[in-house]
């Protein structure tokens, strides 16, 4: 089983900075994608940032003040977000395609705030 725990959400006023790390845990072989989504209150989950197949890709609403980072050899991927505005605003969950000894799989965090005040 894997398990993917993410850390580093929390309050910041606006044009303030956080940073959100996301480890994976358990029977892992590989992990081909890890991925940020986010969820405000009342819209659909959707895509913030992720590294697909080696690729970066990126919610246009994010991009140029958000960036994903991961470290392979600890499982792990970061989120370094600034100038974050009121609307990015929800839940932030990691996202991972890992292999272990029955395939590959899909995973998700618990997820964790993000509030950004005005």
């Known amino acids: 089983q894997v398990q993917l725990v993410e850390s580093g959400g929390g309050l910041v006023q606006a044009g303030g900075s956080l940073r959100l790390s996301c480890a994976a845990s358990g029977s892992i072989s590989r992990i081909y994608t890890m991925a940020w989504y986010r969820q405000a209150p009342g819209k659909q989950r959707e895509l913030a940032a992720g590294?697909?197949?080696?690729?970066?890709r990126s919610a246009d609403s994010v991009r140029d003040r958000f960036t994903i980072s991961r470290d392979n050899s600890k499982n792990s991927m970061s989120l370094q977000m600034n100038s974050l505005k009121p609307e990015d605003t929800g839940v932030y969950y990691c996202?991972?395609?890992?292999?272990?000894?029955?395939?590959?799989?899909?995973?998700w965090g618990q997820g964790i705030q993000v509030t950004v005040s005005s």
């Open positions: 996202y991972a395609v890992v292999v272990s000894g029955s395939g590959p799989r899909a995973a």
């Open positions: 590294i697909f197949s080696g690729a970066n």
